[in-house]
Each structure stands twice: as C-alpha cells, then as structure tokens.
C-alpha cells in the first residue's frame, strides 16, 4: 500500500487531494469522481516514468515536475509526486 501526499495548496492553505487521470500520457482526463484525499492509502500496481508531465508550486518535498505516474489498483493513474510507496515498484 501507498499513501497520497504533498497535496497542500497555498493559495487555499489546506490539503486539496490529488485528481486520478485515465491515462499518464497526454491526453488522459481527470474525474472529480477520482479524487484522492491527503493520507488516504491507494494500491499501486506499478510505476511508469515517461508519462506526461505534472507540474506544481513548490511545498515541501513535491517535487515542482515529474513524469513518473501510478497505475493504482483500480486502473486509475495518479502523478507520482503525491504518493508515498514505501518498496520500490515494478515498472508498468
């Protein structure tokens, strides 16, 4: 099990969650039905590191872009940066 993460937003000043995308490559669209909350543990299946690329405002330890993505268990994608995964993962 993972955990989602680094999903606070300054401009709000509060934790927003993290959307989950169809597909880690361009194109893929996001659901508000697919939202991850801050801490809420997901399953992650594997990881792919040549998705489309996430970026963010500095906080903390989110790293500002990223390609790397994972397919959760529910065949759902989240951007890497907000998920914690505490074993290496397999590539997709």
Do not use: F
């Not at 790293?63 to 290496?88: H, M, N």
């Amino acid at each position: 099990m993972a955990r989602v993460v680094n999903t606070w937003d300054t401009e709000t000043r509060q934790n927003v969650g993290v959307r989950a995308y169809e597909s880690p490559y361009q194109g893929g669209q996001y659901t508000e039905v697919w939202l991850y909350v801050e801490g809420e543990q997901v399953g992650v299946r594997c990881v792919e590191l040549a998705g489309r690329t996430i970026r963010d405002t500095p906080h903390g330890d989110r790293p500002t872009s990223s390609t790397a993505w994972l397919k959760l268990t529910e065949d759902r994608w989240l951007p890497a940066g907000y998920v914690s995964a505490s074993a290496p993962l397999p590539a997709c």
